[in-house]
Nanobody
Framework: QVQLVESGGGLVQPGGSLRLSCAAS????????MAWYRQAPGNQRELVGR???????NYADSVKGRFTISRDNAKNTVYLQMNSLKPEDTAVYYC????????????????WGKGTLVTVSS
């Protein structure tokens, strides 16, 4: 069993900052990449940022320059530093991992956390 547990969401005013964390635990052999997605009411889930084991990152255009994704490989933890938050950043943020549970498997992107709500409002 693999668990991804997010934390750090909450209510913040426009222009403020939040830091999300996601820790992966359980039967993990190796993790190739971890990512943050978000889903606002009525919208599809979208990629926010992704980071691979070697530190390569990519971001949605809407968050470039404001959000930073980082990772602690030893702790199987990914972070999302969110600055200059806007009301349109309001969403449930989900952690995703591309990992394998044994050395004989291919990497599988189907591991998700339950999400943490970020609300940006004055």
């Amino acid at each position: 069993q693999v668990q991804l547990v997010e934390s750090g969401g909450g209510l913040v005013q426009p222009g403020g900052s939040l830091r999300l964390s996601c820790a992966a635990s359980g039967s993990i052999f190796s993790i190739h990449a971890m990512a943050w997605y978000r889903q606002a009411p009525g919208n599809q889930r979208e990629l926010v940022g992704r980071i691979t084991t070697d530190g390569s990152t990519n971001y949605a255009d809407s968050v470039k320059g404001r959000f930073t994704i980082s990772r602690d490989n030893a702790k199987n933890t990914v972070y999302l530093q969110m600055n200059s938050l806007k009301p349109e950043d309001t969403a449930v943020y989900y952690c995703n991992a591309d990992l394998r549970t044994t050395m004989f498997q291919n990497y599988n992107m189907g591991y998700w956390g339950k999400g943490t709500l970020v609300t940006v409002s004055s």
